[in-house]
């Protein structure tokens, strides 16, 4: 029997023949789905590729590869932006696919909680809560294909964390296999339990490294009654800012989302897809010169009130000329529109051609400062460059992307500076105390720059929790941690 | 040089001379109040007391506990209830005292964050937010002496959690000083940061036995512009749980407080505190027979929005029976009266006489049904016991006390049965799916519970995690984990 018969004959004894296979040089797409990362960047190669239908053939799963000194790659829906889900190009690692486990356990209405398996999409947990007259509110664009779980390894944000928090923040308990193939549970959908060490928090954002997470309780919250949306021009980021804060005054927790998005970067949408912007309302569409920012406010108690707080805010900063123009969305249609505008940049983005991506953070207060100096310090050094910004500004968190000069936007030319944009990106961001890596996570791709970024004592710390719970290195190697 | 000659010059060489304190029989009592816990459960003996007087003292004082192998025990205001901050009676330990790391670093109001040091009281804290017009949000009845350090440690809870979350959900970002005497920073005031394990998450809660948290970033909120206070009275718990479900609809965000007691709190509030019961509004202090809610809503609009909607949900949930009373707060001094009641109910037990006391949670679908069982089950085997609950309702989080029977209501005969009312207590919370801890942390009190309630694989998980970052379990050894 040779190598790879007797790989799949070890783990088709647990999970049975039609749920393993093995890389196929005949069949070269077969697989490629699960090699290849979401961007492109990253396609490795694999031992096996498994998928157990529930949490019991995951620990046997896991022996069978702890045994073996086989490392394991656990991926959900693959849509990572670091390179943190698919196996290196080793050929040694068996990719993990949690698709099988896509259970709703419990949904207990009273205790506003869910109790699903890793391998829900985010979209059938958001539709399994819509289903029971409730609501759970982590929202990103790649909901159809995103799982959970993957959701909950990375800690994803999103468009509604000023509200509602991140991942983490959503996540009563989990279910996880650990690296010995062990499980331990917490899904009782507990507010509050200071039973000993957080590792429901520590398993959370870990990528996959510490553990694999097979199941959680997630709160859910009531619908809320009415729900208004507006778009917002103001000359530039210091401004938005101060709206920001106004906003958090005026409308408190009803402030579900204050996204923005720079002159640029709705340039960019109007020139490649002018669909998006003709169906704005005419006002909001008559051109922007500032910065936009979408606003969404949700009130517990009816339409009228989302709309009127909403209508009295932009009111007051129009009067005091903090804002240039707004307008309040009057139908579905318009507000369908706004979020269109704002999730149809990065289609925008790579129809322009090829950038340097960052996802960057910074407390509110340095967020103008820090846009100002960087920007400049781009220009000097990439005259033709072009940033495109736009984001979750209510968590002080931008997409800040450098677009390459127009003459290289196609063609490898440009990606020969990565390196070195990075470099000024994040070297600004720590001068001004912000992170490089607000809501994506470090994968393969930040791995190195985390060690520049957080102190040696705090890496040391990671490093060794990581030995003390994975002292083989077989969950995920080389991801997070070089 | 005698021993403690020795310890005294190797400590004072750090923070000077009169930082440094060692155990005197002559004068018994200079020490006491640091080495007595706070509920008077247990009394210890150290090796030495030391006051560090900022983080790189606290360094220092960590490298020569370290060089020496003294175990440390980190000390804040001292008001843990599970013993948690108190040298066991070894006389091997330090106490490390953070009282002189006092500063408020910065206050970044646009930021809406705050960084302050590990020995500023909580109430310190909260009247810095309020000079800046914002607020601090975490709210316990200690606030005069804990200290934001030990908040921190313990995951503290309180009475806004289920608006605002715990001490965990409050924070930003650590300064932590580690084992080895190193440290490291995430006090820039991030929203979202990606950047590797969840070290903060991890610190919180771990009770000082991972790290000697020495500053902390925190978030801040908007001053609410209305504030209603209500005091209800419901049938009983299963009709307080729906009420409960009800004041998320309606409020949403602006629930605040949702604090429970039963009729034999109450009585007990009234029996051994008078004053505090003929304070109420009349309404309220008619006699509750069924248990009593105390609701507190805010509004970021006015006052009249916050008034008017807590009333129009009481009005509701009169109109269908599911509560019997209810009366809104028409004066500040009315308001304290509520909070008085709610307050009062420990004082009054104290008063009353020796209880086996208990701080569980539960899903809020369970919760009427554990009461009711609990209840009986204690009936059965303690005729004369009386059980006191009341609590944060809101987080299905109860106080969960009983009394002894009023002939052993003084004297130690109760004592004897701890165990067994534990025991009864804890696998009734398990068989319904709570804790056995929901705010008050494990320490010393409930460290052999806590194995018979975590998966084996859990406590696995945090016995690793605390030999790889105290490997000389230097860092309040026999908290948490035995």
Known sequence: MGHGASVHAALAAVVGDQHVRLPDPAQSDALRPYLRDWRGRYEGRCLAWVQPANTAEVV???????????????????????????PDDSGTQIVLHLGRLTHVRVLDAPNLSITVEAGCTLDAVREAARKAGLMFPLSLASGGSCTIGGNLATNAGGTQVLRYGT????????????????????????????????????????EGTLGIITAATLRLFPMPRGEATALVSCRGLAEAVTLLHRARQALDAGLVAFEAMAPRALALVQAHLPAVTSALPAAASAGHHGWAVLIEHTSPHSQAHAGDTLAALLADALADSLIDDAVVAQSERQRAAMWALREGIPLAERTEGIMVKHDIGLPASRLADWSAETEQAIGRQWPQARVVCFGHLGDGNLHYNVQAPPAQAHGDAFRAFEQEVNRLVFDAVRAHGGTISAEHGIGVLRREELVRHRDPAAIAAMRAIKRALDPHNLLNPGRVLG
Chains 1, 2 share one sequence.
Do not use: F, H
Request: proline share 3%; glycine share 14%.
């Open 60 to 86: 046997d799963v896991v022996r069978v590869c702890a045994t073996n000194g086989w490392p394991i790659v656990p991926q959900g829906g693959n849509t990572s932006l670091v390179g943190g889900a698919v």
């Open 167 to 206: 991942a983490r923040e959503l996540c009563l308990g989990l279910e996880v296999v650990t690296a010995q193939g062990d499980c331990w549970q917490q899904l009782q959908g507990l507010r509050k339990d200071n039973t000993g060490y957080a590792l429901r928090d520590l398993m959370i954002g870990s």
